[in-house]
T-cell receptor, first 112, second 116 residues
């Protein structure tokens, strides 16, 4: 089947620390991969995406590389800020993007 | 473009009552999706529409749930005879499919349902 597994949170970091949130997937087809972010009290927002193997998605200092050989799409940021505190969801979509499969989310807390 | 809107934002109801939620997608988007999100979990797909046609329903969508998109614009999700297990955040998303689109789904803020 299709599923996404994320590292459990919460992840607590100090400002300017390096961030990695692990994401692995299983898919019956050839998926596109996404990271969504949910700030407190707001809806999910697309953070970045990659549609084929070895693609790197990037946005707002965040990066993730589509690794087909390890079925992974880990999220990284070199220097986190307090404003990055949110819940991050890894997701995949196949078959013409008719639906998404989401991981359970990883809460990130960044302390000043 | 004001984004995806959902109403109400919060709904508290007693078990056994019916509830209806509304979603207004981004105006030019032809696809509309409903998801359910419980505490500490990611969104789970419920159903989606392309224009007014409901193309897929999840096994999660029991007979008590019905969704419509009568004119291919706004959509409603109705839950009949609510149960405590229906308590969750109900999310709506929309996207534009066709041609050189990016297939990004834009999410609304959600409707939080509490069944007492």
């Amino acid at each position: 089947g299709n599923s996404v597994t994320q590292m459990e949170g919460p992840v607590t970091l100090s400002e300017e620390a390096f961030l990695t949130i692990n994401c692995t997937y299983t898919a019956t087809g050839y998926p596109s991969l996404f990271w969504y972010v949910q700030y407190p009290g707001e809806g999910l927002q697309l953070l970045l995406k990659a549609t084929k193997a070895d693609d790197k998605g990037s946005n707002k200092g965040f990066e993730a590389t589509y690794r087909k050989e390890t079925t992974s799409f880990h999220l990284e940021k070199g220097s986190v800020q307090v404003s990055d505190s949110a819940v991050y969801f890894c997701a995949l979509s196949i078959y013409n993007f008719n639906k998404f499969y989401f991981g359970s989310g990883t809460k990130l807390n960044v302390k000043p | 473009d004001t984004g995806v809107s959902q109403n109400p934002r919060h709904k508290i109801t007693k078990r056994g009552q019916n509830v209806t939620f509304r979603c207004d997608p981004i105006s030019e988007h032809n696809r509309l999706y409903w998801y359910r999100q419980t505490l500490g979990q990611g969104p789970e797909f419920l159903t989606y529409f392309q224009n007014e046609a409901q193309l897929e329903k999840s096994r999660l969508l029991s007979d008590r749930f019905s969704a419509e998109r009568p004119k291919g614009s706004f959509s409603t999700l109705e839950i009949q005879r609510t149960e405590q297990g229906d308590s969750a955040m109900y999310l709506c998303a929309s996207s534009l499919v066709g041609g050189r689109t990016t297939y990004e789904q834009y999410f609304g803020p959600g409707t939080r349902l509490t069944v007492t």
